[in-house]
């Protein structure tokens, strides 16, 4: 086990709980909840929303570091340089407490275990340096320059050890990654039968594979739907998931794909899933893809 992996293990039931609670706020905010949690997620952008805040946020606080260091060094410290600065540490305030809503609507769907005790310890040392940015804002805004260029430079190493920690949470455990990312489906350059038509029944997803590349099928009358089984947001099993509609929906975290083409209708997930042309030819399933 790792250090990082060993600091982060004792926030594991702390983890369990702050999962369970914002779970609990979104779940009770019904359908405007929902639509908010898409939005953190990034799965309206097909991208991280946390991804792009924490990039604004860590931009605005090393700006605000180098003006600090050049008003310090060069006594550059005049009334517009000093508005300057309150305002880029207004601005990386801001984005750091996005960052941290969008990163809070991520860390609930963590499974538990190492990567969500990281991205727990992850999330409190960021939470504890946005609050001192915001601190240090209204500091400054009161006059307090000196002050505020202290308890900013001590947010600046939390927040650059938070982010650390982040980047480790994404390379190495793979949170938040795409995980048909190295698995694109297996090419079917034409209509390749794969099960008989008898063998799938109306609207069950079923499972079935095209060489290596396990396929969820979904029967509606003559009309055939193939995705790929694997979910793109933490690679759960969509031939266990179930249908609503013309989505399936992932039994992990509950991801929303169109059967059609296998857009993300619904968060955590935020790429698309990989989707197969199908269609009953001769008593077979036959696929060709995949789309796109
Ligand atoms: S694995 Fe998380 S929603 Fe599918």
């Not at 792009?52 to 060069?74: E, S």
């Not at 727990?120 to 001192?132: R, S």
């Not at 989505?247 to 794909?257: D, K, L």
Request: aromatic share 8%.
């Amino acid at each position: 086990m790792g250090l990082l992996e060993r600091w982060a293990r004792p926030f594991a039931g702390f983890g369990a709980w702050l999962a369970k609670l914002t779970n609990g706020v979104y779940r009770s905010l019904g359908s405007p909840g929902r639509l908010f949690q898409d939005l953190m997620n990034g799965s309206f952008l097909g991208h991280s929303t946390h991804g792009l805040l924490t990039d604004a946020a860590v931009g605005a606080v090393t700006t605000l570091l180098v003006l600090d260091a050049v008003a310090v060094v060069f006594g550059a410290d005049g009334s517009g340089f000093e508005t300057a600065s309150l305002v880029v540490l207004g601005f990386g305030a801001l984005s750091a407490w996005g960052a941290v809503l969008a990163g809070l609507t991520d860390h609930k769907d963590v499974d538990p275990g190492d990567a969500r005790n990281m991205a727990t310890l992850h999330g409190l040392i960021n939470i504890v340096a946005t609050i001192g940015y915001t601190v240090a804002f209204f500091v400054r805004l009161g006059g307090g320059v000196g002050a505020a260029r202290w308890i900013s430079l001590v947010a600046f190493v939390l927040l650059a050890s938070g982010a650390f920690i982040g980047g480790h949470l994404v390379y190495k455990y793979g949170v938040m990654v795409n995980h048909n990312a190295f698995s694109g489906g297996r090419r079917a350059k034409e209509f390749t039968p794969i099960l008989p038509a008898a063998e799938l029944p109306e609207g069950m997803p079923t499972k079935a594979a095209i060489g290596p590349t396990n396929l969820v099928l979904v029967r509606r009358g003559d009309v055939v739907y193939a995705l790929k089984a694997t979910c793109s947001h933490a690679g759960g099993p969509l031939a266990e998931g179930t249908l609503k509609g013309d989505t399936i929906t992932c039994p992990w975290h509950g991801s929303v794909f169109r059967l059609s083409d296998g857009a993300v209708r619904h968060g955590p997930a935020q790429t698309r899933e990989i989707a197969y042309r199908a269609r009953i030819s001769e008593g077979q399933v036959e696929v060709q893809g995949p789309i796109g």
